[in-house]
C-alpha cells in the first residue's frame, strides 16, 4: 500500500527513483469556504467524481497488466482508496504529493535491460528494416591488388639489397666509375702525336677530316715557301691524340711518253724542236682511313705518340670477274667487256660458287698498245668474214 493506516504517506527513500508513469492523475484539491455549496455545484462535483473514478479504475488496469508483465523489475504500487480518500488525505495532509511509482536501482541495470529486451503483452514490436550497405568489390579488388603490388616490390628490394654479392657489384661499379673519371682527365690533357702516310704508288693526294667537319684538302709548303696540295709519302705533326681523324687518298697517275715518228716526220721537224709527247691517264680507286687515339703508338723513351698508314692504291681499272666453284673445284674466269653479267649467270646456275670478284689490272702504255694491235686484228677477221 502506498498510504498507511492513518492515511498519510510513507516515508520516501532517497535512493530510490520516483516516476509518475502509470498513475492516475491526482484529484484537483476541492477548495474550502466557510459557505456551503450550492446545490448546482454538488451536482458537478459528483459527475466530476464519477468521471475520474472510471479514468483511475482503467489507469490501474493498465498498470497492473505491466507490472504482471515485468514482475520481477518494477514494482507497481496503485492507490486503493477512493476518489474521496485521496481528497480526504489531500486535504489532510495539506497539498503533500500523491502516492508515486518508485523505480528499484539495480546495480547491474537488469531492470533496464529486460525492460528494453521484453516484449511487453499487447505492446506490438515492429522489426528494423535497416540494411547495412554492402562494401564496395572494385575498392577491395584495387587495394588487393596493391597489396600484392607492394609485397612484390618489398621482395625484390629485399633480394636486391639483401643479396651476397651487392658488395662485389659496387666494388666494381666504384672501380668503372674511377677509370672513367681517370680518362676524362687524360682525354682533357692535350697530347699531340706525329702521322706518317704512306702510298704505292706515291704522290697521291691526301684529304683530311677533323670530328664531324667536312673533308678538306690537306695543303703544305715547299722549302721555297710555296704552298701546294700534300702528295704522299706525308709527315704531319702536332696532332691532337684525342680527336678523331679521317683522310682520303686520291691518285690519278699520268704516264708520258715521246711519240714515235716516220722518217719522213723525223726529217720535218725543226733544229732544236723535241719530238711530241703523249699522256695517258690512270685512275685509282679512293682509299679512306681512320685515326683515332687507341691506334696511337707511344715512344717508351720519349713518350711521344706516332702512326704510320700505308696504303696501297688499286687501279680503278677491271680486267675481269673471278669466282671459284667448290662442288667442282674450278675457277672461272669472265673477261671484259660484258664479264660482270656473266659471271652472275654462271652464279645462279651453281649455287656452290662463290662471289663474282672484280680483278683490276694496272694500266700501261705497253697494255694500251696490245689492246690497240687485237682491236685492229679483230677488226680485220671481221671484214674477212
Known amino acids: 500500500m502506498s498510504e498507511n493506516e492513518n492515511g498519510n504517506s510513507p516515508q520516501e527513500d532517497p535512493t530510490e527513483v520516483k516516476t509518475t508513469i502509470g498513475m492516475p492523475m491526482p484529484p484537483r484539491p476541492v477548495e474550502t469556504s466557510s459557505a456551503e455549496p450550492a446545490q448546482d455545484e454538488l451536482v458537478l462535483n459528483e459527475k466530476a467524481s464519477t468521471a475520474e473514478e472510471a479514468e483511475e479504475e482503467e489507469s490501474l488496469v493498465v498498470s497492473e497488466e505491466a507490472a504482471d508483465s515485468a514482475e520481477d523489475i518494477i514494482n507497481l504500487v496503485a492507490k486503493d482508496s477512493s476518489p474521496s480518500e485521496d481528497q480526504n488525505s489531500t486535504s489532510e495532509n495539506d497539498g503533500e504529493s500523491p502516492s508515486i511509482l518508485t523505480w528499484p536501482i539495480d546495480p547491474e541495470h537488469a531492470n533496464a535491460v529486460s525492460v528494453l529486451s521484453e516484449q511487453l503483452s499487447g505492446v506490438k514490436v515492429y522489426g528494423s528494416t535497416y540494411v547495412a550497405p554492402q562494401g564496395s568489390r572494385a575498392l577491395n579488388f584495387i587495394l588487393l591488388v596493391l597489396v600484392i603490388g607492394v609485397g612484390i616490390a618489398g621482395s625484390i628490394a629485399l633480394q636486391f639489397y639483401g643479396s651476397a654479392d651487392r658488395e662485389a657489384r659496387l666494388m666494381e661499379a666504384a672501380i668503372c666509375k674511377a677509370d672513367y ?22 704522290q697521291a693526294q691526301v684529304f683530311q677530316q677533323i670530328d664531324n667537319e667536312p673533308m678538306t684538302k690537306l695543303m703544305g709548303k715547299t722549302a721555297d715557301g710555296k704552298e701546294m696540295a700534300t702528295l704522299t709519302p706525308a709527315t704531319i705533326d702536332n696532332l691532337d691524340i684525342n680527336r678523331m681523324y679521317r683522310f682520303k687518298l686520291k691518285f690519278t697517275e699520268t704516264l708520258k711518253r715521246a711519240v714515235e715518228l716516220s722518217d719522213k716526220e723525223k726529217k720535218e721537224l725543226k733544229e732544236g ?61 669472265f673477261e671484259e667487256p660484258g664479264g660482270k653479267a656473266e659471271c652472275e649467270a654462271y652464279r645462279q646456275d651453281n649455287s656452290d660458287s662463290s662471289l663474282c670478284r672484280a680483278i683490276p689490272r694496272t694500266e700501261d702504255f705497253e697494255k694500251k698498245d696490245a689492246r690497240e694491235e687485237a682491236a685492229k686484228k679483230g677488226k680485220k677477221r671481221r671484214r674477212r668474214r
Open 273 to 333: 724542236e723535241k719530238p711530241p709527247v703523249e699522256e695517258m691517264g690512270v685512275d685509282y680507286r679512293d682509299e679512306e682511313f681512320t685515326v683515332a687515339r687507341y691506334q696511337w703508338i707511344q715512344d717508351g723513351a720519349t713518350g711521344s705518340f706516332r702512326f704510320q698508314k700505308i696504303v696501297p692504291l688499286t687501279p680503278d681499272y677491271i680486267d675481269h670477274y673471278y669466282t671459284f666453284n667448290w662442288s667442282k673445284g674450278e675457277a672461272k674466269r
Open 181 to 202: 673519371d681517370a680518362l676524362v682527365k687524360l682525354t682533357a690533357q692535350k697530347q699531340y702525336g706525329k702521322l706518317v702516310i704512306e702510298s704505292a704508288p706515291e
